[in-house]
């Protein structure tokens, strides 16, 4: 038998993110599959939002269709409001999050719920399996005070949306995980914020690819003695090991660090619909036009 090495995990590539817009004209800032060619198995697509401006998001996003995948807002300012046609009615406030599973489908808005100041946060898409994409949809809404936060003694504080941080001996799992709710991607979303010049480290799966965004200070990624700088507002690729090492510079740092299994399976992707297959994505948009992306007994 081999002996057990942890092996920390090097920056593999840097992804920065470009300004678009998406919805009615809100305007973000994509990394993750900002291109095909920037997906990270089962990671799709990553956009940050984040102004002072109600100009850049007041128009919002009118209803709209998702099929094969899941969506998770984050907020970290402003108040959003999820509407669908299950008749589900979301209020996102500051440091909450929406873990929507679209499946065969969903129909959904998401409209700004203030008509000024300052509205921050990210959605990610994280794919679903081939044999989970035409599971029915789901919905959940996680209010702020809902999220374990972590402040360890040297000043980190560790807010844990999804899968477990392990610090000191101690395991704490945010309100998604595998024990909770079976995910064949079983994702880590971890949101820390590391004062200057400190250090964090968490537990990896070796198997699994992981990604850091930073969106205040910047950061380096340490392994093997090396230390690889990440700029503010780019996505981190990180490479193979259990582990990851992060050093905040000489501001204080704030990034989401991000980790699944991948799917390793065929991605065809058309907009909002996201099947292994062009037919399955043909069949998605006739099941729009006909009402059947959402009809639960078809
Ligand atoms: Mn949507």
């Given at each position: ?38 997906r ?14 109600p ?59 203030q ?28 209010p ?85 700088s ?24 704030r ?10 399976e ?11 297959s ?17 009809d639960?007994?078809?």
């Open positions: 038998m081999n002996s057990v090495k942890i092996q920390s995990r090097a920056l593999k590539q840097v992804i920065p993110s470009l300004a678009t817009s998406d919805g009615a004209g809100v305007k973000l800032r994509r990394s993750i599959g900002a291109h095909a060619s920037l990270l198995d089962p990671f799709l697509m990553l956009d940050e939002f984040g102004t002072d401006n100009g850049d998001y007041i128009a919002g996003f009118p209803p709209h269709p998702h099929r094969g995948f899941e969506t998770v807002t984050y907020m970290l300012d402003g108040r959003m409001q999820h509407r669908d046609h299950l008749g589900n009615v979301g209020d996102l406030g500051p440091g909450s999050v929406q873990w929507m599973t679209a499946g065969r489908g969903v129909i959904h808005s998401e409209m700004p719920l008509e000024s100041g300052r509205m921050r946060g990210f959605q990610l898409w994280i794919n679903l399996a081939a044999r989970e994409k035409m599971k029915p949809a789901e919905y959940r809404d996680i702020a005070a809902d999220l374990p936060l972590i402040t360890l003694d040297d000043g980190t504080q560790v807010k844990v949306i999804a899968g477990t941080f392990a610090h000191a001996g101690q395991d704490t799992s945010g309100p998604i995980n595998s024990a909770c709710r079976r995910m064949t991607t079983d994702p880590l979303f971890l949101d820390v914020q590391l004062p200057a010049g400190v250090t964090f480290s968490q537990t990896i799966a070796q198997d699994h690819n992981a990604f850091l965004y930073v969106y205040e200070g910047d950061v380096a990624v340490v392994a093997d003695g090396r230390r690889q990440l700029p503010t507002q780019a996505a981190g690729v990180l490479a193979e090991g259990d582990r990851v090492e992060i050093v905040a510079g000489k501001q204080a740092a990034f989401i660090l991000l980790a699944a299994r991948p799917l390793r065929p991605v065809v992707q058309h907009g909002p619909f996201v099947m292994n062009r037919e399955e994505i043909e069949q998605a948009m006739r099941d729009y036009q006909t009402g059947a992306l959402t639960a007994a078809a």
